[in-house]
């Protein structure tokens, strides 16, 4: 399976280093951690809402490590500024970064389906 595709936004031998080389299953963990991550977006805003800054510093935590570990690069980046904003609680800063998580995440996902359809 050519994963080259994701390149733009993952560091796929990285990612597949990570798996022992197995590209079934981090195409698996790549949809469960974007169809978690859209799910959570409604969570995420509420959180900016309600200025809970440290349950979305908890969350952007969270995300980030997953990230990391799936060799997200762009995603990994923008979501640590979303933690760093979040403790210092730079409201329209958070608004602005998980706009683009969001369009990231999208494209990710897109170039995901764009393997399917190879």
């Known amino acids: 399976m050519n994963l080259t595709t994701l390149s733009s936004e993952m560091d796929v031998e990285v990612a597949l280093d990570r798996l022992c080389g197995d590209s079934a299953l981090l195409l698996e963990i790549l949809d469960m951690f974007l ?28 995300f980030k490590g997953v990230a990391e570990n799936l ?3 762009r995603f990994s980046s923008e979501i640590l500024s979303l933690e760093q904003f979040s403790n210092s609680a730079n409201l329209a800063a958070c608004i602005q970064t998980l ?15 764009a393997l399917q359809n190879d």
């Open 35 to 62: 169809t978690e991550f859209i799910a959570e977006q409604p969570n995420f805003q509420n959180l900016i809402r309600q200025s809970d800054w440290a349950a979305l510093s908890r969350k952007a935590h969270y």
């Open 71 to 73: 060799g997200l690069t």
């Open 99 to 113: 706009e683009l998580l969001m369009q990231i995440a999208q494209n990710i996902q897109s170039l995901r389906k």
